[in-house]
């Protein structure tokens, strides 16, 4: 394949990447997802029975992207627990009461 069909074939992945993205103010995150799937559809094209990418194909390497960007992602349930861990220490009801914040009780 000729490198302008490499070109229209791939700005046509990043068109299908930019009309399935739905985070908004996230700008960085949409170019790093184009371009891991520009790369990892790029390695995989040889083997599709036609040139274009579907948007499932492209779908599924957005997932792939976000499943290897959020394996240190933060779950509510970490929250909690730094939550907790954090208002143990014994200098934390000292200092939010001396801001004039009450002291969460439980």
């Not at 790369?39 to 290897?68: A, K």
């Not at 939550?83 to 200092?95: A, F, G, H, I, N």
Request: aromatic share 10%; hydrophobic share 35%.
């Amino acid at each position: 394949m000729s490198n302008h069909n490499d070109d229209i074939f791939f700005e046509d992945v990043k068109e299908r990447v930019e009309e399935i993205w739905k985070i908004e103010d996230r700008e960085d995150l949409l170019i790093d997802c184009i371009d891991y799937v520009i790369e990892n559809i790029g390695n995989h094209r040889e083997n599709w029975v036609t040139q274009e990418p579907s948007d499932l194909v492209v779908s599924l390497f957005m997932l792939d992207f976000f499943q290897s960007i959020s394996h240190n992602a933060i779950s509510q349930s970490d929250i909690e627990n730094m939550k907790e861990q954090y208002e143990k220490r014994p200098w934390v009801k000292s200092m939010m009461n001396a801001l004039g914040r009450p002291y969460p009780s439980k």
